[in-house]
């Protein structure tokens, strides 16, 4: 059985660009979660998706997106990149129907300059 | 307005001994409680959980212990290891199908040889 795998682990942008970051979900999953962490701060979360809609958003703005693709996996996207986007970007598998127990990647860290 | 919260930053306990960890909540509608872990570089492993209706779960060495009236719960480690040294994040869930995760800022972890 895998894990939740990220990928990439880091990534360096600057101001404005847009970035893409991947998830593949732990098998027999089929619910994604992303949580964005700063540091020194717990994870928050930012957007759930299941049968490849999102399903539940946490408070951040639209430039934030995602995408859930019939196997499970998932990206996040984010355009216009801030410097406070800087942070590390988690995602999270889960059953649909125990959802509130979510298993982590390792995930993205990313910097933004 | 942190709904979860996590009062102390930092605890050091020498190897052998009892760690307790605390962790205070605010949402009434919390019904479901995670104990999460992490080290650096990694994402944070799902440790234990408890469900509302319980005031009490053991997982070998780790045991949480929910309390209600005080909306708190606390995590003890018995006996403590210099690997379970890291950042320990308290959760708190509405057990529905789109459950965010709400997390404290973690508790940092320091058992000594």
């Known amino acids: 059985e895998t894990g939740v795998t990220q990928s990439p682990t880091h990534l360096i942008k600057t101001r404005g660009q847009q970035v893409t970051l991947r998830c593949s979900s732990q098998?027999?999953?089929?619910?994604v979660s992303w949580y964005q962490q700063a540091l020194g701060q717990g994870p928050q979360f930012i957007f759930q998706?299941?049968?490849?809609?999102?399903?539940g958003r946490g408070n951040f703005p639209p430039r934030f997106s995602g995408l859930q693709f019939p196997n499970y996996s998932s990206e996040l996207n984010v355009n216009a990149l801030e410097l406070d986007d800087s942070a590390l970007y988690l995602c999270?598998?889960?059953?649909?129907?125990?959802?509130?127990?979510?298993?982590f990647g390792p995930g993205t860290r990313l910097l933004v300059l | 307005d942190q709904q979860v919260k996590q009062n102390s930053p930092s605890l050091s306990v020498q190897e052998g001994r009892i760690s307790i960890l605390n962790c205070d909540y605010t949402n009434s509608m919390f019904d479901y409680f995670l104990w999460y872990k992490k080290y650096p570089a990694e994402g944070p492993t799902f440790l234990i959980s408890i469900s509302s209706i319980k005031d009490k779960n053991e997982d070998g060495r780790f045991t949480v212990f929910l309390n209600k009236s005080a909306k708190h719960l606390s995590l003890h480690i018995v006996p403590s290891q210099p690997g379970d040294s890291a950042v320990y994040f308290c959760a708190g869930a509405e057990r529905s199908g789109n459950t965010p995760l709400v997390f404290g800022k973690g508790t940092r972890l320091s058992v000594i040889a």
């Open positions: 098998s027999g999953h089929n619910t």
């Open positions: 999270a598998s889960s059953s649909w129907t125990r959802a509130e127990t979510q298993y």
């Open positions: 998706y299941y049968r490849e809609e999102e399903n």
